[in-house]
């Protein structure tokens, strides 16, 4: 995972998702499509004037979700963030947001924020005013809700069993509730996790 991921001359700071596969074999990373400026493509670590790792290849709808492409020489793990006092697991697959269930725990862990752990408590389709029909989005109830800080957008976001549900996108203003756009289309289209060695 990587922290600060951000586009020239925009400093919006995100976190990297996970590397996923297509059927085909082309490899991507997800990352949080509004840490970067409209129309710029490049992908920068650890900041816009820091070291191009990448470029944004595809924007999934109004989701928030987008894939790039690393550069050669770059790896990229299947596992969670790791600190020095929770190290990093890894990731157990891809799953449909149909999967979960109203009382699931989920996870998220990102260099901005450190470990946070929510409950699931709601899915429904289409309800932000620029979706385009059909978008997926799934909601859910944080339990430490003061730990979700700009910077964590686009962090993966996983069950007890490791699996990969979506990626985190914001909290409302009170914390009481954060929005995680799945991965549920990237699912059907028969992408699975993968790793860059």
Known sequence: MLAGLTSAGFEL??????????????KFVTCAAHGFSPGTADVYHPACN?????????????SDISLFELENGFTYSRETFSETDVPGRPFRALIHS???????????????????????????????????????????????????????????????????????RFANKTGEFAYLPSYSDLVDEGFELSCIE
Request: glycine share 14%.
């Open 13 to 26: 700071l995100t976190t990297s998702g996970v590397c996923i596969k297509s059927r085909e074999g082309k």
């Open 50 to 62: 820091g070291q191009k790792i990448g470029r944004l290849l595809r924007t999934l709808g109004s």
């Open 98 to 168: 149909n999967k979960i269930r109203v009382g699931d725990c989920l996870s998220l862990n990102s260099p901005f924020n450190g470990l946070c752990e929510a409950t699931f408590i709601a899915e429904w389709l289409g309800l932000l005013p620029s979706d385009e029909p059909g978008t997926e989005h799934t909601f859910f109830q944080t339990s430490n809700s003061d730990r979700f800080l700009d910077g964590c957008g686009g962090a993966p976001v996983w069950t007890d069993d490791f699996d990969v549900l979506g990626q985190s």
